[in-house]
């Protein structure tokens, strides 16, 4: 059977991966923290990263991932991101390990912002974290947006990018 394909659906996916995340407040899943090794852009040093990768459900149902690189430049990530699924003794507990199977799962809410980057004389817009919003605050939140949409029903195919 010869390799076939639809030009619509290419097209369409296409279209959606210019698109980004609106500014706002969402829910977010942990689904990944791996750690890795980033190479600093002013040296040949190599430095331990995390990499926290967030999937984001909107208003309408669409799928969205979120990844922070998370070094020690700005490690305050990991302390805001603790505080904001309600476990801020986690914190100190794996400063000095690394258990990814303790970040998977997790649930909070992010304040999602824009931000433009240029490369080569083309300036693009992204969707990023601004910042952690910490479990005290979530209360509200969670009757104001009635998070009955879960970010479990993630698939691979929604992903705008």
């Known amino acids: 059977m010869p390799f076939q394909y639809s030009v619509s659906e290419i097209e369409?996916?296409?279209?959606?991966?210019?698109?980004?995340?609106?500014?706002?407040?969402?829910?977010?899943?942990?689904?990944s923290c791996?750690?890795?090794?980033?190479?600093?852009?002013?040296?040949?040093?190599?430095?331990?990263k995390i990499v926290l990768t967030l999937?984001?459900?909107?208003?309408?149902?669409g799928a969205w991932e979120h990844a922070i690189h998370i070094t020690s430049a700005n490690a305050y990530h990991v302390k805001k991101y603790w505080e904001c699924v309600g476990k801020p003794e986690m914190f100190e507990k794996l400063s000095t390990?690394?258990?990814?199977?303790?970040?998977?799962?997790?649930?909070?809410?992010?304040k999602t912002k824009h931000?433009?980057?240029?490369?080569?004389g083309k300036i693009t817009k992204r969707s990023i974290v601004h910042y952690f919003i910490?479990?005290?605050?979530?209360?509200?939140?969670?009757?104001?947006?009635?998070?009955?949409?879960?970010?479990?029903s993630f698939?691979?195919?929604?992903?705008?990018f």
């Open 34 to 48: 791996p750690e890795g090794m980033t190479r600093e852009t002013e040296s040949t040093q190599s430095v331990p």
């Open 55 to 61: 999937h984001v459900i909107d208003e309408n149902g």
């Open 97 to 110: 390990q690394h258990d990814e199977s303790l970040f998977i799962g997790n649930t909070g809410f992010i």
């Open 115 to 120: 931000q433009e980057n240029s490369y080569q």
């Open 12 to 31: 369409e996916k296409e279209k959606k991966q210019n698109e980004i995340l609106p500014e706002g407040i969402y829910k977010f899943t942990t689904v």
């Open 155 to 160: 698939i691979d195919d929604e992903i705008p």
């Open 134 to 152: 910490p479990k005290k605050d979530q209360k509200e939140l969670e009757e104001k947006y009635n998070t009955n949409k879960s970010s479990d």
